[in-house]
C-alpha cells in the first residue's frame, strides 16, 4: 500500500527556516517525479517543486525560486522541502505527493505557519 | 505563464449534469487532470490524462479535452460530489505544474 507521510510543519516566524520531511512507503521515490503541492488558507492548490526521478532535475514555482529547495533521501525513501527566508504568504498546509501530474497519492499534509 | 481559467462556482440539482470548464490555450494539446477537493480531506483525482478514471472513481465523473477548453462533466450529481474542483497541466515550456483556481460545486 502506498503511503507518503509528512512531518516538520509548524509555527516560524517571517524571515526564518523550516524543513518538512515526506517519508514514503508502498514504492521507491527513485522511480518517480516527487512534487510538493500547498494550500493556503482559503486559497487554491499551488503547486511548490518537483523532483525528477533522476534527482537531479528540479522544478520550482517562481514565487519559492532561491528560497525553497527540494531535495531526497533514496536510502531514507524519504523527499524533503527546505524553506528559507520564509513569508507570511508561505503559510499553508503542504501536500507530498507521487508525481507531478495526474497525482493519485498525496499525504494527508503538514502545516506552516508563518507568523511573528 | 501558462494560465488556467475555471468558473469560480457551479451550482446544480441532485441527479443533474454538471459540467465544469477550464480553459487555458490551446489546452487540447495537453494533457489535463482533475483534483476533487473536500474540506480536511487531501485532493483525489477523479479524471487523468483528459479522460481516464482512476480506480475507485465513479463512472459518473467523465473528462473531455479540445481546443482551449478542458471539461469535467459529473452525471446523476450527488450530495456528496459538493466539493472543490481544480484542473491541472503540466506546462513543458515553463517547466511548471499548474492548477487552475478551483471551482466550487454546489448541489443545491
Known amino acids: 500500500e502506498v503511503q507518503l507521510v509528512e512531518s516538520g510543519g509548524g509555527l516560524v516566524q517571517p524571515g526564518g527556516s523550516l524543513r518538512l520531511s515526506c517519508v514514503a512507503s508502498g514504492f521507491t521515490i527513485s522511480s518517480y517525479w516527487m512534487s510538493w503541492v500547498r494550500q493556503a488558507p482559503g486559497k487554491g492548490l499551488e503547486w511548490v517543486a518537483s523532483?525528477?526521478?533522476?534527482?537531479?532535475?528540479?522544478f520550482y514555482v517562481d514565487s519559492v525560486k532561491g528560497r525553497f529547495t527540494i531535495s531526497r533521501d533514496t536510502a531514507q525513501n524519504s523527499l524533503y522541502l527546505q524553506m528559507n527566508s520564509l513569508r507570511a504568504e508561505d503559510t499553508a498546509l503542504y501536500y507530498c505527493?507521487?508525481?507531478?501530474?495526474?497525482?493519485?497519492?498525496w499525504g494527508q499534509g503538514a502545516l506552516v505557519t508563518v507568523s511573528s | 505563464s501558462y494560465v488556467l481559467t475555471q468558473p469560480p462556482s457551479v451550482s446544480v440539482a441532485p441527479g443533474e449534469t454538471a459540467r465544469i470548464s477550464c480553459g487555458g490555450n490551446?489546452?487540447?494539446?495537453?494533457?489535463v487532470h482533475w483534483y476533487q477537493k473536500k474540506p480536511g480531506h487531501a485532493p483525489v483525482a477523479v479524471i487523468y490524462y483528459d479522460t481516464d478514471r482512476p480506480p475507485g472513481i465513479p463512472e459518473r465523473f467523465s473528462g473531455s479535452n479540445s481546443g482551449n477548453t478542458a471539461t469535467l462533466t459529473i452525471t446523476r450529481v450527488e450530495a456528496g460530489d459538493e466539493a472543490d474542483y481544480y484542473c491541472q497541466v503540466w506546462d513543458s515550456s515553463s517547466e511548471h505544474v499548474v492548477f487552475g483556481g478551483g471551482t466550487k460545486l454546489t448541489v443545491l
Open positions: 490551446n489546452i487540447g494539446s495537453k494533457s
Open positions: 505527493t507521487r508525481g507531478n501530474s495526474g497525482i493519485v497519492y
Open positions: 523532483i525528477k526521478q533522476d534527482g537531479r532535475e528540479k
